[in-house]
């Protein structure tokens, strides 16, 4: 079992920046690729970003490319997502997620936190 705690959402203005954290417990956390994903308000889950289990390569959809980055300290069994130049579109739940190769697609992945707030004033 692996559990995820998401940190670091709140309200930020449009052009402003927040910095996510999920803190992983459990089995080891070098053994899992990680995975971000948002859902805002009436739609479904969709994928943000993941990256390979040492960190090695990371994978974005389109509309944050550019704005936000991912990233591991394996050590620190710790995920990070930094959000720079947030838009009013950008604001959902993040919720981070685990499984043993990155994908894209949530529904397999087999672990999940339990989400963090992003809301974004335009």
């Known amino acids: 079992q692996v559990q995820l705690v998401e940190s670091g959402g709140g309200l930020v203005q449009a052009g402003g920046s927040l910095r996510l954290s999920c803190a992983a417990s459990?089995?080891?956390?070098?053994?899992?690729?990680m995975g971000w994903f948002r859902q805002a308000p009436g739609k479904e889950r969709a994928f943000v970003a993941a990256?390979?289990?040492?960190?090695?390569?990371?994978f974005y959809v389109d509309s944050v490319k550019g704005r936000f980055t991912i990233s591991r300290d394996n050590a620190k069994n710790t995920v990070y997502l930094q959000m720079n130049n947030l838009r009013p579109e950008d604001t959902a739940v993040y919720y981070c997620?685990?499984?043993?190769?990155?994908?894209?697609?949530?529904?397999?992945?087999?672990?999940w936190g339990q989400g963090t707030q992003v809301t974004v004033s335009s």
């Open positions: 997620a685990a499984r043993p190769k990155v994908t894209a697609a949530a529904a397999t992945y087999d672990y």
């Open positions: 459990g089995r080891t956390f070098s053994s899992y690729a």
């Open positions: 990256i390979t289990r040492n960190g090695g390569s990371t």
